[in-house]
């Protein structure tokens, strides 16, 4: 989210999280937002900061300025990383992404299990994140983890059934994005009304 107008509409559906992307190189890049846009969010949303490898510093400064409640880390932050900025907000949720095309690739998972809140799991791309691309979500089946995950990844309209056959005791919640966008950074509310409403009522 980037539009003041747009996040004060989103803000009125029964959301959890809004994302705000501090990674320059996305096209959803956040830029100089007045953090004071962000005050009219009710307090049972969370303020969610997306970073890529960005450097420690500059994510306690964000998350200080825009009153961040979760840090996402979307590229390969260490173990090290993370547990700089869990010593420094102790209360601040922590959230991991990792890209997943195979069962293999949750074996990385693992060694973040005592540092990190939740997961999230996207499609592997060569870009982080945003790409409106699907991966084989039967792969979740393999999925042995302790912490909740959040699915990511070409999630749309058209997918609330293919979400409601997931059995995963693990899924915690959906990160919905491009395809509930008119562009980058915009978000379509009443595409994202019509989702929410589908997945409570089908």
């Not at 969370?46 to 825009?66: A, W």
């Not at 990190?116 to 409106?132: A, E, N, R, V, Y």
């Not at 749309?156 to 409601?164: G, H, L, N």
């Amino acid at each position: 989210m980037k539009n003041p107008e747009n996040i004060l509409a989103l803000a009125k559906l029964p959301i959890d999280y809004m994302g705000l992307i501090f990674y320059p190189k996305s096209p959803r890049y956040i830029q100089s937002l007045d953090s004071s846009v962000l005050n009219i969010l009710p307090d049972n949303i969370d303020r969610v900061g997306v970073f890529v490898n960005e450097n420690i510093e500059s994510v306690l400064e964000q998350i200080n300025k825009y009153k961040l409640s979760v840090v996402q880390l979307h590229g390969s932050e260490p173990i090290e990383y993370c547990s700089a900025i869990r010593a420094e907000y102790p209360n601040l949720t922590l959230l991991k992404a990792f890209n997943i095309s195979e069962e293999a690739d949750f074996f990385a998972t693992k060694e973040y299990e005592n540092v990190c809140d939740f997961l999230l799991f996207d499609t592997k791309t060569p870009q982080h994140g945003g790409s409106g691309i699907k991966f084989d979500w039967s792969i979740l089946n393999q999925y042995k983890g302790k912490l909740p995950f959040f699915l990511s990844g070409g999630i749309s309209i058209e997918d609330v059934k293919a979400i409601k056959d997931i059995s995963h005791p693990k899924l915690y919640a959906l990160d919905l994005n491009s395809k509930f966008e008119l562009e980058p950074g915009l978000k379509n509310i009443e595409l994202l009304e019509q989702f929410i409403n589908q997945l409570k009522n089908e």
